[in-house]
Structures are given as C-alpha cells and as structure tokens.
C-alpha cells in the first residue's frame, strides 16, 4: 500500500495543479470581461460628448508575447482590449487638441472684436457726453445724433458680421447652393449698393451677356457680390464707374467687378482676403477689412473662389468664378 502513496500524492498535487490553472484563466477572462464591460461605458460616454469615432481608424499591431496557457481565443481578446485602449486615447488626444484650437479661435475672435469695437465705442461715449453738458445748438444736437446713430450701426455691423463669419469658418452656419441663373443675383446685388453709388456719383455698368446657370445660392452670392461692389464703390473716386462683366470659362464663369480706384499693389493680392487687413493707403478711407473676408468665405462654401487683379484702367478688378452647370 505504502507503494502507492507517491502516486496518489503526485495525482493530488497534478490535480490541485490543474485545478489552479483553470482558476487562473477563468479569473483571467473574468478580468477581461470586466475590462471590456467598463471600455464599453467609457466609450459611450465619450461618443455622447463628442469625441470624434475614429473606429475606421488603423489598429495598432497586437501584442507578441502571451502566457503559453492562454488560447489563441484569449490572445485575439487581448489584442482587440490593446486596440481598444489605444483608440481611447488617441480620441482622447484629438479631443483635447480640437479643444485647445476652439479656445484659440474664441480668443482670437474676442481680440479681433474688441479692437474694431474700441473707436466706435469712444466716439459714442465722447458725443452722449457733449450732448448731456448742453449748450448745444439744434444743428450740433442733430449732428451728434446722427453720429452716435452711425457709430451704433457701425458696431452692429461688426458684431452680427463677426459671427457670421466665425460661424461659416465652423461648418456651425452652412447654407445650400444649387445651379440657378446668375442675371438676377448680380441685379439684387446692384440694388443693395446702388443709393451708396448714387451718393457718389459713382456709374454702375454691367456689360450686356447672356444668361447662365452657375453653381451658387442666390441669397448668399448677393451678400457676397454686394460686399464686392460696396468695396469698389468706398475706394472709388466721385464720378467713376464701376463696370461688371461676365466671361464664361470652360469649368467656371469668371465675374469681373473693376473700378477705378487707387488700385492693390500686387504684393497684397492675396493679403486684402484677410480678416481686418487693410493697405496703407487706403487706411484714410473708412472700413473693417471684413467685407472681402466674409466674400471669401461664402464663394468657397459654393464651391468657387475669388481673385484680385490691376483694372484695365487702373483701379482694381475683382474676379469672382462660380462651376458652370455640366
């Protein structure tokens, strides 16, 4: 009998063994169950805030080394939590950095606002201040009043472009566009700007051309059209003329807005674009920079584009390109 005790010994030990790796591995699975069950809700989580799903996104290469006892199940489930991790932080990382971005533009915006805010808000604090001393005669009353008006119109201005603008940079503000005729969106912007031109003296010509469905949405290609003549017209000398004519390309049809005016040198072309950039010399003429830069942005929300040229006869010429109807 006492033969048998080694061998009865070894089985118990070999069972107790076995016994321990078949604890190890469904304490493991356990763990990773629970593992996958709190990457389940943390996931959630994150696509209910925002974070942006970057599933379709390459998974990392899975880990070489496993212990021998677990299967080939359990490397794969491995494997897949490493993925799933990896994606987590990844999201977390491109979330922290679109936040840091918007943070950026928000300032930006604020600093951008508050400097073009500054004179006109000084300049109605200095005339509510000369009308509330009194001893002012009727004419200077009324003078003073229609320019804080102004300077209150002024800053509205601003205020509603600016976000406007800032909307449309943000995908927050979009707009649909489709292929629609051209003729009476140029005559809607002519009429926005046509009193301004009249105050001036100033003769709006449009060339004679034949209709044409362009890619465009009427409502915003009138703001942004308007913006371009009332640049023309602002910088333009009493008693010129503003002239638009329409070319047609074999992709896009090129709208052409010149005037006759101090010009852009050459080297700004692309800088007057720019939100708030204005030339030196135009700097005696009032304005914001703003009305171009908000142009842009609504021609390439249209897919088309805008680009700046000499006039013919001097002065500037404004070539805005819209996709012709296939």
């Known amino acids: 009998m006492l033969e048998y005790y080694p061998l009865i010994i ?14 190890s591995i469904l304490h493991y699975r356990s763990q ?6 709190t990457l389940d809700e943390f996931e959630s989580k994150m ?3 925002g974070f942006l799903d970057l599933a379709d996104e390459e998974s990392p290469a899975p880990r070489k080394a496993a212990p021998a006892i677990l299967s080939d199940m359990a490397e794969k489930r491995e494997s897949k939590l490493v993925s ?16 840091l971005k918007e943070r950026d533009q928000v300032t930006s915006l604020l600093s951008d606002l508050s400097h073009q805010l500054k004179t006109p808000l000084s300049n109605i604090v200095m005339y509510t201040e000369l009308l509330s001393e009194g001893g002012l005669s009727t004419e200077e009353q009324k003078s003073f009043l229609s320019e804080t008006r102004r300077q209150s119109e002024k800053m509205q201005w601003l205020m509603k472009n600016m976000l406007k603008a800032s909307q449309l940079e943000q995908g927050i503000l979009s707009f649909s566009a489709g292929y629609t005729t051209i003729k009476p969106t140029i005559g809607k912007a002519v009429s926005s700007v046509y009193a301004r031109a009249a105050k001036k003296d100033i003769h ?11 890619y465009h949405n009427p409502k915003w290609t009138v703001e942004a059209l308007g913006n371009i003549l009332d640049n023309a017209i602002k910088y333009s000398p009493a008693g010129s003329t503003v ?9 896009y049809t ?9 010009g852009i040198s050459p080297a700004h072309y692309n800088d007057i674009f720019k939100r708030f950039y204005r030339e030196e010399q135009a700097s005696q003429t009032e304005g914001n920079g703003l009305g171009l830069y908000l142009s842009q ?12 040229a000499a006039g013919r006869d001097g002065g500037a010429c404004f070539q805005i390109f819209l996709l012709n109807e296939v």
């Open 32 to 37: 990773i169950r629970q593992l996958e069950q």
């Open 254 to 262: 090129r709208i052409e807005i010149e005037d006759q005016g101090m």
């Open 243 to 251: 002239t638009i004519r329409l070319l047609p390309l074999e992709l």
């Open 297 to 308: 942005l609504i021609l390439n929300k249209e897919k088309g584009y805008i680009t700046a």
């Open 84 to 99: 799933r991790l990896s994606h987590i932080l990844k999201r977390t990382s491109l979330n922290e950095t679109h936040a």
């Open 204 to 214: 709006i010509e449009m060339e004679e051309f034949p209709d044409r469905r362009l």
């Open 47 to 49: 696509t209910d805030s």
């Open 10 to 23: 070894g089985a118990i030990l070999g069972a107790a063994g076995l016994s321990a790796a078949l604890f």
